[in-house]
């Protein structure tokens, strides 16, 4: 029999580097998981002579299959008949934990710890909040009826410059980048100038799932802050955070699409009750100035 030694490991090493090069960097206690595997393996397995080199082989394949199982997380969604969004399977699993987020919110049940705060008849207008102990700036959920299709929403959100026609709270949006991430999924950065209803600035990552679980008919979108070299804080400016935020949109038929807003806001307030209810109109306000926009983008198109 025959142990493995520091000697017999340097190929291990060396193709453990070329193979890493072609994953995420890791961090933190990830990093020590993996070492910790690492020394675990290579002290307790026990290599027999006369199969040295295909053992060698199938440790750097567990170690390298330990390694990235730590880089893609992999989260379980349930869903049930109130979910919002129902999967075709009883468990749905991604690697994406922005996504997990997203859906874990859009999902969650409206019991007593969401508070309504807007009931507007039209377009079915609601707007609920849930005040959380760990941050002062409440979870906000909106719920609506918009009759238009999918595409004619997609686009309004697409083009930046029309964006600014019916979008009353943002007097400048930008592209700071544009790629698609390892499991081909748009992303965006962009820079948002608000005049309205706070002088704020933001710069937001947003990721598009189209097709949203190869339905033609659903999207989903999600949003968070982010920092950008390019584009420091300007100390005349406060810069806004979204903590976490997006949309859920399923077309029901060509006049009607429903839809889910969830935002966690940070506007950089004392958050107040005259703030908060700033803070609800502006919702409120952006889903019927949305509604407008594809009404105008259908006039000006003449669609």
């Given at each position: 029999m025959h142990k ?10 060396s193709s453990?580097f ?7 960097p890791?961090k933190?206690?990830?990093?020590k998981?993996l ?5 675990e393996i290579?002290?307790?397995?026990i290599i027999?002579n006369?199969?040295k080199?295909?053992s ?7 170690i390298?299959k330990?390694q990235?199982?730590i880089?893609?997380?992999?989260f ?5 008949q ?5 999967f ?9 934990e922005d996504?997990y987020k997203?859906?874990t919110?859009?999902?969650e ?5 969401w508070?309504?705060?807007?009931d507007?008849n039209q377009?079915?207008?609601k707007?609920?909040k849930?005040e959380?102990s760990?941050?002062?700036n409440p ?7 918009i009759?238009f ?7 309004i959100?697409?083009?930046l410059?029309f964006?600014l026609k019916?979008?009353?709270y943002s007097s400048?949006i930008?592209?700071?980048?544009k790629?698609?991430?390892e499991?081909?999924?748009e ?9 309205n ?5 933001f710069?937001?990552?947003?990721k598009?799932w189209?097709n949203?679980?190869g339905?033609?008919k659903m ?5 968070k802050?982010v920092e ?5 804080e300007?100390k005349n400016?406060k810069?806004?955070n ?8 399923q077309?029901?038929?060509?006049k009607?699409t429903?839809?889910i807003?969830?935002s966690h806001?940070?506007f950089?307030?004392?958050f107040?009750?005259f ?10 306000n952006?889903i019927?100035d949305l ?6 983008y259908?006039k000006s198109?003449k669609l």
């Open positions: 493995v030694t520091n000697t017999n490991l340097e190929h291990l090493s453990l070329h193979h890493s090069i072609k994953l995420n890791l933190g206690d990830d990093i998981l070492q910790f595997k690492e020394e290579k002290e307790n397995r027999p006369e199969e080199v295909n060698e082989s199938q440790l750097i394949e567990d390298i330990y990235e199982n880089i893609k997380k992999k379980k969604i349930s869903s049930n109130n979910s919002i969004i129902k075709p399977i009883e468990k749905y699993i991604t690697n994406d996504e997203l859906l919110l859009i999902n049940q409206l019991n007593k710890t508070q309504i705060q807007i507007d377009f079915g207008i707007i609920y849930k959380l760990y941050n002062k979870l906000i959920k909106a719920f609506c009826s009759p299709p999918l595409n004619i929403i997609m686009k959100f697409e083009d410059n964006r019916w979008d009353k400048k930008n592209i700071i980048e790629f698609n991430d499991n081909s999924i992303n965006y950065i962009i820079y948002n100038y608000m005049i209803p706070f002088e704020r600035d710069i937001r990552k947003i598009v189209k949203y679980l339905n033609s999207l989903l979108l999600h949003y802050s950008h070299k390019n584009f420091p300007n400016i810069r806004g979204f903590i976490i935020g997006g949309y859920f949109f077309e029901i038929n060509q009607l429903k839809s807003i969830v806001p940070d950089k307030n004392n107040d009750e703030t908060n209810e700033k803070v609800y109109e502006y919702f409120h952006f019927k509604i407008n926009g594809c009404d105008l259908i198109h």
